[in-house]
């Protein structure tokens, strides 16, 4: 069946929508350019100062065309044009990496940087009577928060954010190397009601299983053994209910890697997610989100802030990125970043940890499967 013309309405509606967003970004972004290029015409020039990375090449090679080789140019600056043509050929290499939104819109910007640099007048002086110091402080801000403005609206004022940005795509084999331990740590505030515990399966299945997720994605490889450990130390009511409070499990991957993972069901200090990933080319980790990352530090010692202590704080960002992901793959018909393989495995790593658990042994994937 065709389309209906409700549904034409609503995806045109829906492009209108989107046109109007990226219009208002570019917009944005090309008064970061603005700013930028004032911060470069009207403060860091007339300090007799040059710009760094590929500007700087650029103004350097403005001044040998104009002072040393005698160019006859007058009325505007051709740094811009020199920082232009520097540019694009650097973007059309790297085109199909950097998407083609962020193509289109660097390119505006950069045509909107050449501009505003030609036409900007440059002061004889420094608009702060001689005050070199200031002169740079001034316009290093101001280059930054126009370049940073820029980026937010996903755009950039070319450049080596470009480069960086190129070579992050192209370095993809940037990591620890291979995976040999794999660390997880997860703790909630408070223990579930033992009304909870008696339906929802055990720990292992209601908050473990989700480190078992994230341990197959870190290791990227598939988990062939599990051997589970636990006791009750928070609450007798969940023993009672045939179940434990805290827990260790260590993994054996397919690719020879070994991780393991501890749970508790009460952390006095809120919630409390770590992991370390070690490798053979180094190590990575992430420490617990909390609210604010300030630090008192005093001569009695140093004080920060509280961990989240409520669930919907804790993990808004995620819970968004979830709703994201999956409106992008119904509207835009693509792939679901995870696959029904994705939730059925760590169900299994589940159940062979609750094996282990009553049976005081290790136990095999295959056993489950």
């Known amino acids: 069946m065709g389309e209906t013309k409700e549904e034409k309405r609503g995806q045109f509606q829906r492009l209108e929508g989107e046109i109007a967003e990226e219009s208002k970004r570019l917009a944005i972004a090309i008064g970061g350019a603005a700013i930028y290029s004032a911060g470069v015409n009207l403060f860091i020039v007339p300090a007799g100062l040059y710009s760094g990375g590929i500007m700087g090449f650029a ?43 962020f193509f289109v819109k660097t390119i505006c910007c950069l045509t909107a940087v050449t501009i505003f640099l030609s036409f900007i007048p440059i002061p004889t002086e420094t608009l702060l009577h001689n005050d070199i110091l200031g002169s740079t402080v001034i316009g290093a801000l101001m280059c930054g928060f126009g370049m940073g403005t820029a980026l937010r609206m996903g755009a950039s004022l070319g450049g080596t954010d470009i480069i960086a940005l190129l070579l992050i ?56 053994e599990v051997n589970a450990v636990g006791s009750v130390l928070v609450d007798p009511g969940i023993g009672e209910a045939g179940d434990v409070d805290t827990a260790l499990v260590t993994l054996k991957f397919e690719n020879g890697a070994i991780g393991v993972i501890d749970n508790s069901r009460k952390a006095v200090y809120g919630y409390d997610q770590r992991v370390e990933v070690f490798g053979s ?18 001569a009695d010692g140093a004080v920060h802030g509280v961990a989240y202590k409520v669930m919907w704080d804790r993990y808004t960002g995620a819970f968004v990125a979830e709703m994201q992901a999956f409106a992008d793959a119904v509207v835009n018909d693509k792939e679901t970043p995870v696959t029904g393989e994705d939730g059925l495995y760590p169900v299994l790593m589940a159940a062979a940890a609750t094996k282990s658990l009553h049976e005081g042994r290790p136990v095999k994937i295959s056993e489950i499967e």
């Open 59 to 101: 103004q350097i090679v403005r001044t040998i065309l104009v002072s040393y080789l005698h160019l006859p140019i007058q009325n505007f600056d051709i740094a811009g044009l020199i920082y232009y043509a520097i540019n694009i050929p650097v973007l059309l290499l790297g085109m199909k990496d950097i998407g083609k939104q």
């Open 169 to 224: 795509k192209w370095k993809k084999n940037i990591s620890v190397g291979k995976v040999n331990i794999i660390k997880i740590s997860s703790r909630d505030p408070e223990p579930p009601p033992v009304s909870y515990v008696k339906v929802s399966g055990g720990i292992f299945y209601d908050m473990m299983i989700h480190d078992f997720d994230m341990a197959r994605f870190l290791a990227g490889s598939e988990v062939t």
């Open 281 to 298: 080319e180094g190590c990575a980790e992430d420490q617990n989100d909390t609210p604010n990352t300030a630090v008192l530090s005093t």
